[in-house]
């Protein structure tokens, strides 16, 4: 871990917003997948958000879809997280992660963790009921 830095993590009331930012360069590479992944205090660490760099592709897990939005910015090797109308149980310390293979025959990015090659040390996000 450690080859990404994460920030934008803070402590905010429900309904609110926050923006997630990573920057890893090198680590970012095109035609690879990345994505957002989170883990709550006696919870697995789960898969959010997840892209296709260089690509169209985005997907997210239902605890998050419509609410939270992944993108990227080619020029400065910079990937976000637009995250909307928090809840509670949004509380978690996120990670960033790059690297994974797209898996060509799903026509997708892989969700699980373990496939994923380079991480962040991860930023909190803390929602206030």
């Known amino acids: 871990q450690g080859q990404l830095v994460e920030s934008g993590g803070d402590s905010v009331q429900g309904g609110g917003s926050l923006r997630l930012s990573c920057v890893g360069s090198?680590?970012?590479?095109?035609?690879?997948?990345m994505g957002w992944f989170r883990q709550a205090p006696g919870k697995e660490r789960e898969g959010v958000a997840f892209?296709?760099?260089?690509?169209?592709?985005?997907d997210y897990s239902d605890s998050v879809k419509g609410r939270f939005t992944v993108s990227q910015d080619n020029t400065n090797y910079s990937l976000y997280l637009q995250m909307n109308n928090l809840k509670p149980e949004d509380t978690a310390m996120y990670y960033c992660?790059?690297?994974?293979?797209?898996?060509?025959?799903?026509?997708?990015?892989?969700?699980?963790?373990?496939?994923?090659?380079?991480w962040g040390q991860g930023t909190q996000v803390t929602v206030a009921t």
């Open positions: 992660a790059a690297g994974a293979e797209w898996r060509t025959v799903v026509g997708a990015c892989p969700r699980d963790q373990y496939d994923y090659v380079f």
């Open positions: 090198r680590y970012m590479k095109s035609r690879h997948c």
């Open positions: 892209l296709f760099a260089g690509g169209a592709y985005t």
